[in-house]
């Protein structure tokens, strides 16, 4: 446990000095607990185990969330779609974390979105009238059982009911909505998170209680004394050395593969099956409306999202069997969401509108469909070998009640271990968020800073902006905006170098801020001041400064190349070419 002489934000920063101690604590100390991924679940396992007392080390083989943890939907949501699929215990549960995020555990992090539910198109006659009553009755019950869900569930509803709207009252609100076919709306609330902030946030939460926190760590093999795992083999980009531990946790989601190769005399159980989903991020202006939309298609839904100056559109559902790291989007992929978002919308979007794409892969449990969208996100917890511990599938939003799963049964071997408190842990940045929030014109005046960036900083560290504004009062050019990105503060980068983990320019622009998504020179205009506001943190000299620049804009090029290839294997093969 940490010293309690230490503050928690202070405890929680992943410093280039903490980095290098707890390499050090990697080779020397057997932990209790070494978990391996440092997407949202094996984050979430670290802080669940770390909050019990144990002695916990998370390793993740690139950065923290830069896998599929952040290239979601930014949404903690129940699944609506998933009540059709009469799947009600996994939406009762995805609720019940829902509220607790928004209202309790990370309320700077998780709020509430607005989406419409358009109706089905009329038919003529009477027949056209009494199919229309009926699809209002079919989707307003959906949407009031969500509800109901809810608001039986623990820890507060943290959303607004749902309400249902004429075709006049849906105009209103979302006035891109082309009016022929438009029967009336659904108005519902789901959440909305930047995942890979939330991401870091857990993983500092998890180093705040002692937890061991080291990126650009790779589990190269398991290390075993007959069948029971005691650690695993790691590499650290220039040697190989061991890490001790009582039980091992992987939770590396689409590589979940690639453990169980190590295991030839072992059934673990389950496969993982990787499905692409492909993003696009257009200006706000492109789309005149002031909520969501949620659409159907004939595979599966379609996502309208606003996000904050941008709208999210996603996403595609496909196979996917070539590199995990890297997915592709092609550019069958970015014309299909177009053709489905401009079905509805009364000026068509065109590829000049596109500021940014993303592709990530969902971890999908094998066996359960041919169709990956008709795949169930339930996840799975096996034990292969003693001490190796499996967890896959599941979703963003419950990745806490998967974090204690598989900790839960972690500790069955490890004695008196005290039950998860993490529905009651709140994240770093969340305790007194509502009063910092409330006295942000204040905090602006104090530290002569605009209102309007307070709140950019408020609503991406929660009460550690508190650390932000202390660097930009020691060193005022901290206050100045990022070139070609001018909502973010030069501060935002060197406090990703300094207290969240960040190693290269790509965890900066790609993750701690979503400039590389946000921005139609996708972050190419910011590399080269990232990379010098980084350079004192990190130690770097010039010509590191000029190889980190280099490599984010060669990563811009083959992506935007790749963008243009008709099929997955020529875009994937394209966008090697910058790794």
Known sequence: MRDRSVSRFAAGALSPERRAADLRRLRDEEFDVLVVGGGVTGAGAALDAASRGLRVALIEASDLAAGTSSRSSKLIHGGLRYLEQLEFPLVHEALRERGLLATRLAPHLVRPVPFLVPLPPETPGLAGVAKRA???????????????????????????????????????????????????????????????????????????????VVTGVKAVGLLRQARQVTGVRVSDGTEEFDVRAKTVIAATGVWSDDVSSWLPDARVGFR?????????????????????????????????????????????????????????????DIDYLLSHVNAVLDRPLTRDDIEGVYAGLRPLLSGESDSTSALSREHAVVEPLLGLLLVAGGKFTTYRVMAQDVVDKAVRRLGDVRHSGTAELPLLGADGYDAMWRDRADLARRHELSVGAVEHL?????????????????????????????????????????????????????????????????GAATARRTAELMAPVLGWDPATVDAETAAYLARVDAERESQRMADDAAANTTRLTAV
């Open 272 to 332: 993982v099956r990787a499905s692409k989903g492909v993003h696009l991020v257009v200006p706000r202006s492109a789309i005149t409306g002031e909520v969501g939309l949620i659409l159907r298609t004939a595979t599966s839904v379609l996502f309208v999202i606003p996000w904050g100056g941008h709208w999210i559109i996603g996403t595609t559902d496909t196979d996917w069997a070539l590199d995990r790291a890297h997915p592709a989007a092609t550019a069958k």
């Open 458 to 522: 408020l609503e991406r560290y929660g009460t550690l902006t508190t650390e932000l504004l202390a660097l930009i009062d020691a060193d005022r050019s901290l206050a100045e905006p990022l070139p070609g990105a001018p909502e973010h503060l030069s501060a935002e980068v060197v406090y990703a170098a300094r207290n969240e983990g960040a190693l290269h320019v790509v965890d900066v622009l790609a993750r701690r801020t979503r400039i590389s998504i946000e921005t139609a020179h996708r």
């Open 134 to 212: 009926w699809h209002r009755v079919y989707y307003g019950a959906g949407v009031a059982l969500y509800d109901v869900f809810a608001g039986l569930v623990g820890g507060g509803r943290g959303m607004p009911l749902h309400r249902h709207l004429s075709r006049h009252g849906a105009r209103r609100l979302f006035p891109s909505l082309r009016e022929e076919g438009l029967v009336g709306a659904i108005r519902y609330y789901d959440g909305q998170v930047d995942d890979a902030r939330f991401v870091v946030t857990v993983a500092r939460t998890a180093a705040s209680l002692d937890a061991a």
